[in-house]
């Protein structure tokens, strides 16, 4: 399917389905170009609502967002009639949250995840680029960007490790 043929929801469509809202990152996967670069932007204020959280909350708020993703991601795609549609953004929301468990605080902390998590995200090495051709539903939508951002985690807590 030629990408200019996609149904993409509207603005208000989105507003009145609970699957487009939460998928396409309360409007952020509407964004014309990048969608997926504006879905990891938008996800920086929760982050920062969220940082402070005690471990075993922020890992419950990570599974919670997930199991989640899995169900409006799904939902969203059959609503549209096309897998991982380019403006279903949860999965790069929760990708960057987990990017970011344990991170040092700061300003500088957050732009480093969000940019390694986009490297990871857009390049999709191995076993990322096997998954996202193979997997289907919400789960395949969710679990390419889990395992970008378990490698930008890792690549964050090695550079906060050694700075």
């Given amino acids: 399917m030629d990408k200019k043929d996609l149904k993409t929801p509207t603005f208000s469509e989105m507003w009145r389905s609970s699957d487009h809202l939460f998928a396409f990152g309360f409007g952020s996967g509407l964004a014309p170009k990048a969608p997926g670069t504006f879905g990891t932007l938008a996800a920086i204020p929760v982050y920062w609502l969220i940082q ?38 949860w999965d790069e929301m929760v990708g960057y949250w987990l990017t970011m468990f344990m991170a040092p605080a700061g300003w500088l902390w957050m732009l ?27 789960f395949g939508i969710m679990i390419d960007d889990v395992l970008a951002a378990l490698y930008a985690l890792i690549v964050l807590q090695a550079l906060a490790y050694f700075i």
């Fill in 52 to 89: 402070d959280l005690a471990v075993p909350l922020y890992l419950l708020w990570l599974a919670v967002t997930f199991v989640l993703g899995v169900y409006w991601c799904h939902r969203s795609s059959v609503a549209l009639g096309v897998h991982d549609h380019g403006g279903i953004v």
């Fill in 112 to 138: 480093l995840g969000f940019v390694l998590f986009r490297f990871f995200d857009i390049l999709k090495p191995w076993p990322i680029s096997w998954l996202d051709r193979r997997v289907e539903g919400g």
